[in-house]
């Protein structure tokens, strides 16, 4: 079957349209993965993810987070209390929770801190971290 | 004849070009008063000057303006849990500390806001941000001297159920003279408003009296 020239030339303006919408998308999660750091985290993590002295661990070029990368959705949600040991410094100061971020906010935040402030963390996707957020403790 | 004219005419704009001593600004009200000096009745202005006070800090010793006596000093408001401004003043305040570290002519005075930070609370929190108690206080005391305090270096706290943590404050630095008069307010969690803190400190150490 042969399709007329006129069709055939959609294909590429409609893979161009894709395209845009996929990064779009993308820089939009990004984006609000930024966003809400800014909101919920900076303060304490501070802008370039460094942390406070021997008070608040730094998330930036962090072993932590590239060891256990499963774990951060639910601290995020729920805070964490006890020490905490992150590139060879050991941490003892209670993070609050913050149970008003969703399954969807959290998801960003978590990515937006992998793969940033010199982490090069894999991304994880929305089922692994829905699945994070279920097996909390 | 002219040439020494304009050589004149050059001395004398220079002279009066000659730069001011450069002086803070004092804040806060102020009050015209009579008072007696020589036998005879001047007016002097009364500024508005921090009250005595007494807190205790995180090396269980008592804190009184007296501790502050001859010194210039930085003071601020905040506790050991606090998720919102906090973290960030202390970086600010930090920095502070490190420039005039080595300085006797200055010291800081923290103020914690919550009933929960106990003296060891504090002392565990100085030991996590390396800081000594022979330049940074971390004082509490009873909460509402405290917070009558906090209205005399024109801050704000309250406590309040719905706020993160459980209690509202404003994150400014207060820049205090030898007087214990005010001489400049800075947002504590803005780094430029702090270099701004940085520079009215040395203008303030080299002030004539």
């Known amino acids: 079957m042969r399709l007329p020239k006129s069709v055939l030339a959609v294909f590429p303006v409609l893979f161009f349209i894709g395209l845009l919408l996929g990064n779009l998308f993308f820089f939009k999660t990004q984006e609000q993965g930024q966003k809400l750091y800014a909101q919920h985290c900076a303060s304490c993590h501070m802008e370039k993810g460094e942390g406070l002295a021997n008070l608040i661990p730094p998330l930036a070029e962090a072993d932590w987070l590239a060891q256990n990368p499963e774990k951060v959705a639910c601290i995020i949600r729920y805070g964490q209390t006890g020490e905490v040991r992150v590139n060879g410094k050991t941490y003892n100061h209670p993070m609050p929770a913050n149970l008003q971020l969703s399954d969807t906010e959290i998801h960003n935040i ?28 | 004849m002219r040439t020494y004219r304009i050589i004149l005419l050059t001395v004398i704009i220079l002279w009066s070009c000659k730069e001011k001593e450069k002086r803070l600004p004092i804040l806060g009200e102020r009050q015209a008063i009579q008072v007696e000096k020589d036998g005879k009745v001047v007016t002097d202005t009364l500024y508005h000057t921090i009250p005595a006070f007494r ?154 009296p």
């Not at chain 1, 402030?117 to 996707?125: D, H, I, L, Q, Y």
């Not at chain 2, 800081?108 to 930070?117: A, K, T, W, Y």
């Not at chain 2, 704000?156 to 404003?170: A, M, R, W």
């Open chain 1, 110 to 137: 978590t990515n937006f801190i992998l793969s940033n402030f010199g982490n090069k963390v894999s991304k994880r996707t929305f089922e692994q971290i829905t699945k994070d957020l279920r097996t909390c403790h």
């Open chain 2, 55 to 208: 807190f205790i800090n995180q090396d269980s010793v008592e804190v009184t303006e007296k501790t502050f006596e001859g010194k210039i000093y930085v003071t601020d408001f905040f506790f050991t849990t606090c998720p919102s401004i906090c973290p960030k003043m202390k970086q600010q305040m930090l920095r502070v500390y490190e420039k005039y570290k080595n300085d006797d002519r200055i010291l800081l005075l923290s103020h914690s806001i919550s009933r929960e930070d106990s003296v060891p609370v504090l002392r565990a929190y100085a030991k996590k941000i390396n800081i000594s108690s022979k330049k940074w206080h971390l004082v509490t005391g009873k909460w509402n001297d405290i917070e009558q305090m906090a209205k005399m270096y024109f801050v704000t706290v309250t406590e309040d159920k719905n706020e993160p943590g459980g209690y509202l404050h404003s994150g400014h630095f207060a820049l205090i003279d030898k007087q214990r008069r005010i001489r400049g307010i800075y947002e504590g969690t803005n780094p430029k408003e702090v270099d701004k803190l940085l520079e009215d400190i040395d203008i303030l150490l080299n002030e004539t």
